[in-house]
């Protein structure tokens, strides 16, 4: 792939409001950059509370219609809209790459995730299970009924950015709200380009998109009157925030927060198997993943052979810059202010005497890349492993004993994501029930399904993304009981 985007002016983007692109009330942009190689490759405005004011407008005006569709019809929308990514799959995964500093491998995977969401989304629009009609008062039959809680907000991160997008509109607009969403400043372009190509086929103001910071745009639209959620894919402090925010209206909100996913081997698991899956989800996407496999609970007999295989199998992985080619399997961190904050996590774990077996060090010249690094000689409690890093950090610790393991493994705030490895059949049908995360997995780690929901427990969050779990989440139950009495 030939990146020619960084070698012209940067483009001036806008806000997508109604259909129609804003330039916004503010003059004050934000630099959107290729981590690759450092370069400006676009402005985004940086929203207001007036920007967010018209979009939610929009919003508002355009569910009373949109939520009397029926099914069918959102449904019917919704396979148009993966329709409308499939044929663009291409330039919307190249638009990734060079904004998110994806390989192109991983940045297909992440087009080919937003269509499956968007079709299954619209599947599952159809079929949304309720309790059946009864009475359970003498002549008087009750209905549940589901419906669509309204304005939507939803804030996207920057590690996924077209992927999470598809994670909230297919669900919000699956159940009939409507949407506004806020993506990272540091990578708008792919958002702005979904608002973009779907706008022939969802109706104006359905899908609304305004870009800035969240301590502005995501501040206003946790605490709007007229928006009646907020959904939130991010770190916990910007959790916590929009919680805090949203508190005064009451209004609901959706959390899917960090982790720090304990990797658990057990001396009977296929350490080939281990240390191939740690580099593809430890360091695939730079480890900027709250699902990554970042924390290695080994068991000791075998601590020794799987930090050798972890090591070789990290510094074999080719690292550069997407542009360079297919070949390329991981790409630099988001930001030079990210990067700088991997290096003070790497910085004070050495104080504490821990030790890299492999890489450790940013990486000079242009952009913002740090090497897959593997740590070892861990004293208890070290902050490397029970704080999230969200980089190509791996940490291996040791164990003796299921219950120290399990207990290790818990012993984290957050409770996202874990997996097991072992060849032990009851230990695998065991283990992931006395372990406190949203998901577990068994000799394998970050495989994700769109049936099955993803979220967490703890300081992780709460709702769930993906699944028909979802659709729960953005739609509110409704008692109506007729009293058939004559």
Request: glycine letters at 10%; hydrophobic letters at 45%.
């Amino acid at each position: 792939m030939t990146d020619t985007r960084t070698n012209c002016a940067p483009t001036a983007l806008t806000h997508f409001i109604n259909g129609e692109h804003w330039t916004g009330t503010s003059s004050e942009v934000h630099q959107v950059r290729n981590p690759a190689t450092g370069q400006q490759i676009a402005q985004a405005p940086c929203g207001t509370t007036a920007d967010v004011d018209r979009a939610v407008a929009a919003a508002k005006a355009a569910f009373p219609q949109w939520s009397r569709r029926t099914p069918a019809e959102r449904s019917e929308l919704l396979l148009q809209a993966a329709e409308v990514v499939t044929t663009h799959a291409e330039d919307l995964a190249q638009l990734e790459s060079v904004n998110a500093g994806k390989p192109m491998p991983l940045a297909r995977e992440d087009v080919a995730g937003t269509i499956d969401t968007l079709r299954f989304m619209a599947g599952a629009a159809r079929s949304q299970p309720g309790v059946s009609a009864g009475e359970y008062v003498a002549g008087r039959t009750s209905m549940l009924v589901r419906e669509p809680v309204g304005v939507v907000a939803g804030i996207i991160p920057w590690n996924y950015p077209l992927m999470t997008a598809a994670w909230k509109i297919g669900p919000i607009l699956a159940v009939g709200d409507t949407c506004v969403l806020k993506p990272s400043e540091q990578t708008p372009l792919t958002v702005l380009r979904l608002a973009e190509l779907l706008d022939p086929v969802l109706p104006s103001g359905v899908l609304n998109v305004v870009t800035g910071r969240g301590s502005v745009v995501g501040e206003a639209l946790a605490t709007h009157p007229d928006v009646a959620l907020v959904s939130v894919t991010g770190s916990v402090g910007s959790g916590k925030a929009v919680a805090h925010a949203a508190a005064d209206s009451l209004k609901r909100v959706h959390l899917e927060l960090g982790g720090k996913a304990p990797v658990v081997v057990f001396a009977d698991a296929d350490l080939e198997a281990v240390a191939d899956g740690v580099v593809f989800a430890g360091f695939g996407n730079t480890g900027q993943d709250c699902g990554a496999a970042c924390r290695i609970l080994v068991e000791e007999s075998v601590h020794d052979e799987l930090v050798a295989l972890l090591t070789a199998r990290a510094e074999a992985l080719v690292v550069g810059d997407p542009a360079e080619g297919e070949h390329i399997e991981m790409g630099p961190l988001v930001t030079e202010e990210h990067r700088d904050r991997v290096t003070g996590f790497l910085e004070r774990a050495y104080a504490e005497g821990v030790r890299a077996t492999t890489g450790g060090q940013a990486a000079g010249g242009a952009g913002f890349f740090m090497p897959p690094t593997v740590l070892v000689d861990i004293p208890g409690g070290a902050e490397c492993v029970r704080e999230e890093i969200f980089g190509p950090v791996v940490t291996v610790e040791k164990f003796t004993g299921e219950d120290a393991a399990i207990d290790a493994a818990n012993d984290v705030p957050y409770g996202l994501s874990a997996s097991v490895w072992t060849t032990s059949a009851r230990r695998s049908a065991d283990v992931p029930a006395r372990l406190d995360f949203g998901t577990v997995w068994i000799n394998d780690h970050l495989a994700f399904a769109t049936e099955m929901p993803w979220g967490g427990f703890k300081a992780s969050g709460y709702g769930r993304d993906l699944s028909a779990y979802a659709l729960e989440d953005y739609s509110r139950t409704k008692h109506i009981m007729l009293n058939r009495t004559r």
